[in-house]
């Protein structure tokens, strides 16, 4: 006999729409609770993957090549080519380990309170299984990629170390070793150009100057840091 999934009216064998809501009837209310879990599954495992990037990191480890240390700067950037530091990198691990740790673990519990009827919730045996079996699995890879995520935020956190040293050194050595009449120099910037076009130049020069001292630096990452030093150098401009 066909059952409305909403309102949980059982109908005659031939009809295949509920006339109060509209809802297509299902064979039973079991069958109806298996859909309901198994999409809700989807959305949580997708709205939690885009959450904390765990996908997404899983791939960029697969493309990351091992670079020397020293001055050189991990190559790390977004699938949009803009550079993400590592200590952002490293705290949106951290909140997507956290989020989904917490989730998996309380919802474990849950599971395990209605496995014991101790919720005020009321199924049939098939009903409660199957919500438990699938529910619990849920749970469970909640708790295995909110692993691999705070694994991933360990990694970024110990690369933000290393890139804040390197950040100091080069402050270091712009402070010390560039100034206006070597950038100037080196860019052929005339008193007649516009500031735009005395931008650009004395940019591309920063970066040649420092790109010289300095092996495989991240283009992302030293366009974002001359920038930061553009205005330090060339305060009123």
Known sequence: MPWCPNCKTE???????????????VESLEQAAAEEAAEYIRDAATSFSDDTGFETEEIQE??????????????DKTHHGVYEGASDKAENFKSGAYT???AGIVGLVVVGLLACD???????????????LVMGTMFIAF??????SYKSYKKHATQAVAESQLKEELVKYCQERL?????????????????????FKRSAAMKQLISENFLNLDEEYLDHFIDEMYGQIYPNE
Not at 12 to 23: A, I, N, P, R, W
Not at 143 to 148: E, K, R
Not at 179 to 199: G, H, M
């Open 179 to 199: 100034n206006r009449k070597l950038i100037d120099q080196t860019a052929s910037v005339f008193e007649t150009e516009s500031d735009e076009t005395a931008y």
């Open 100 to 102: 989904l740790l917490t």
């Open 62 to 75: 697969a493309q990351e090549e091992t670079l020397p240390e020293g001055k050189e700067l991990l190559h």
């Open 11 to 25: 109908y005659q064998d031939g009809y295949t729409v509920c006339s109060d809501c509209g809802s297509t009837l």
């Open 118 to 132: 101790l919720l005020p919730v009321h199924l049939t045996l098939f009903s409660k299984v199957a919500t438990c």
């Open 143 to 148: 708790i295995v990629m909110g692993a691999s």
